[in-house]
């Protein structure tokens, strides 16, 4: 397929690049889109539509902390047109993309017209998957959007206050029981922060409740957490939560979730589970974009909806559209697709800027290939996983290079200074500022622990 | 009515005295109430019960910043039982206080059981009032809440996003066009922080408008803005709002809201502006439980629905129960009754709860006598207006002086360091994270400004 690399430009802007600029049009500002986006900020006779449908960009990796109540919505979150408005050739549109159009080369948007594009750049990321059991997700939300994350913190936070009022020992410990499904790093850091919150954030400020006495449960499915990483990683990180107060079961799968109870197994053995709070971490699949895509082009798309893409991260017969990030399957070289993260998206988002500005001059470049640094997960205040894949930390060392990792890649943002102040500031005081209750009907408070659950 | 002062003690809990505590009681977690539940701090045979439905105190006064946003939520909320979890007397509740009962000395929960009292202290503080025209509020909303604020956040960035998509000029300008009704400070701090983002944070984030042709109209009913300020500061607030681009229009009153257009009459004048965005800071009146109170005790209301109070701020027959800040009318020397901004109600808490341990000691207390140390309202990024009765000062002086007194109240929660982080932050890069369109459905942008608006 390298043929498509030493194509000399996108077909159809070549006859008309003398007269006007080449147009990209780059679809979702996560990771991949806006670094597509910023890797075209010198590039001239390139005019650059960034369309997505939130005015922000969102900072996922640390969703998890809005839900538990370290950090506000603000803190991780930058508005697209601040983050790319020293960008002249650039231009942000508030728009949901509803379809594309490979004949007319143009996107589709909800209402509107369509937005010509010379090269197209999909980059629309994933959504939560509950493996065919939808119904499960109003009783366990899981955390991919500001909103996801605000209604979690608010479940979190009202479980507590109910618990408080709570006259009946059974119920009481059902509130006090907080149920993640899924040990990938989202579930893990959730886990790890609950227990923060719960054993020593929160100790002091109930008079009914002990708060020791709260109950955070992690199954996963595989037989140990964190499976991309290291065994050795693994297991630390089973240990330090463990040390936490987390009750980590493995070979554990969820098979009934109601309003007040789960159903678990392990093995052959059935379990019953009260808890008015699952937190869902446990599948990701293809944004809608990735079915779009593929019948408009015909394109392929894997099990989990993502489109199978070409060397150059472009569709087979369609070389001037791309997709990157959560969106695409890339086969590297052992025939696994690449994972869900963040450098994976930004990396591509580089690579496809890069391949368009160098395709518009006639030259070739060599196929995308992922540079893998490492992962990481934290795990709760003090400790973390970190694999640089030649060398392996854990506990407070791993923290700290966690620590650094995020306030480095927010340095390229607005916000942070402010999120290493209130890192800093919960560091130092145990605190936690941001745990409000909040919603359009967060008033009504005491609706919502009796009878049912009002959900988003 | 000193008579009152003198009692020894209130009589329902002397008996009591000696075999538990004195059961305190506090409905709201304003200034008002926090103050007072602070004041009990060190009171022994004391047992405080704080309830508010909400888990947070508000900031109330920079409000205005998240709405416009400069700031987060969690910049400007505090979870009371962080706030208050050092104080082991004194317990929160999270739950809507619907009902008193005198006679059987308890406070009534929506749901659950009643609260009883020994002393119960109301704070229920204010609500925002249309004069009869409740129909405009979801046309005009006014900012009381966070989620008022963040409501109006999300209509305030929205409308920059319609207009840059809008091809009609006539729309846009519509669209570009705020009006803020009513010119206290709030009025006159949304109208200066509304110039401040469109002509200077927002002025390079646009590709189709330019947001210096954002029009901003502040309307004063009254001949002047600030009308319990001296007249040359009024003046002078005119004046510097004037210099940042408002519009300010005095004795010009607001007769229909519609979902585009606004009418307005300025003495036998009438006219139309063409605007999506009307914003209301105009009238305050006293939350639904001056009612109640007034129902169930015989108290009298003012016109505004406040609660009139005797000199020591309990109720003529109740000598046990007190209303404090914005519920309260309580009238000093001059008849007229105290202002409801926060030092009122802040030190009515702390009057308050001196007076209830004085009691319980059977020693009388002179009535409550407001110390008013002056007054202030911020006008954009660098121009306040202060008067300490003693002296006065405008501009940046001025501005450096509010700016000094908020950080200074804000010290005594938790949120101090990461707001001022934050100020300093957005002064010196004129940026504004915080700029987020967020709410339930905010990822269905192009619905809002199509037709009609959602409400919340």
Redesign the interface.
């Known amino acids: 397929m390298t043929q498509l690399l030493t194509r000399p430009a996108a077909q159809s802007a070549a006859p008309e690049t003398s007269n006007r600029p080449h147009r990209v049009v780059i679809v979702g500002g996560g990771f991949g889109g806006l670094y597509a986006a910023q890797s075209f900020g010198r590039a001239t006779h390139v005019e650059v539509t960034l369309i997505d449908?939130?005015?922000?960009h969102l900072f996922q990796p640390l969703l998890y902390q809005v839900a538990t109540g370290g950090?506000?919505?603000?803190?991780i979150?930058?508005?697209l047109?601040?983050v790319l408005?020293?960008q002249k050739n650039t231009?942000?549109?508030?728009?949901?993309v509803v379809d594309i159009d490979p004949e007319q080369q143009q996107v589709v948007?909800?209402?509107?017209k369509g937005v010509p594009y010379d090269s197209l750049i999909i980059a629309t990321g994933g959504a939560h998957h509950y493996f065919g059991n939808d119904h499960w997700e109003k009783f366990a939300p899981s955390i991919k959007?500001?909103?996801d994350a605000?209604e979690v913190r608010r479940r979190i936070?009202l479980a507590f206050?109910a618990a408080?009022?709570e006259t009946d020992p059974v119920k009481r410990q059902a509130m006090m029981t907080f149920l993640v499904v899924g040990g990938g790093p989202t579930g893990v850091e959730l886990a790890g922060a609950l227990a923060d919150l719960a054993y020593s954030t929160?100790k002091?400020?109930?008079?009914t409740i002990d708060t020791h006495e709260t109950k955070i449960i992690l199954v996963e499915g595989m037989d140990r957490l964190l499976p991309p990483f290291p065994e050795d990683l693994s297991a630390n990180a089973a240990d330090s939560l463990q040390k936490l107060g987390v009750e980590v079961r493995t070979q554990t799968m969820v098979t009934a979730i109601e309003d007040d109870r789960v159903r678990l197994r392990s093995g052959d053995e059935e379990s019953e589970l009260l808890t008015k709070t699952v937190l869902w971490a446990a599948g990701v699949k293809a944004s809608g974009m990735g079915k779009i895509v593929a019948d408009r082009t015909g394109a392929t798309c894997d099990r989990a909806g993502r489109v199978m893409v070409a060397p150059d991260l472009s569709l087979p017969d369609h070389p001037n559209i791309f997709i990157i990030g959560d969106l695409a399957h890339y086969a590297h070289q052992d025939n696994k697709p690449l994972p869900g993260v963040a450098p994976v998206a930004m990396q591509q988002g580089k690579y496809v800027a890069k391949l368009i500005q160098h395709r518009l001059k006639g030259e070739p470049i060599p196929p995308f290939r992922y540079r893998d640094s490492g992962s990481l997960a934290v795990i709760g205040r003090n400790a973390a996983v970190v694999n640089l894949n030649w060398i392996k930390f854990t506990g407070f060392p791993a923290w700290v290079i966690w620590l650094f990792v995020h306030v480095f890649y927010l340095i390229e943002f607005?916000?942070k200074?402010?999120v290493m102040?209130?890192w800093m500031?919960g560091y130092f005081?145990r605190?936690?500022?941001?745990?409000?209750?909040?919603?359009?009907d967060?008033?009504?408070?005491?609706?919502v622990y009796?009878g049912h659950r009002r959900h988003?």
Chains 1, 2 share one sequence.
């Open positions: 449908r939130r005015n922000f950090l506000s919505p603000g803190d979150a930058s508005p047109r601040g408005n020293r231009q942000v549109l508030l728009g949901d948007l909800k209402r509107g959007t500001l909103e605000l936070f206050e408080e009022k929160l002091s400020d109930f008079r607005d916000n200074l402010i102040t209130q500031w005081t605190n936690q500022g941001s745990r409000l209750i909040t919603g359009r967060a008033d009504k408070v005491e609706e009796s988003s």
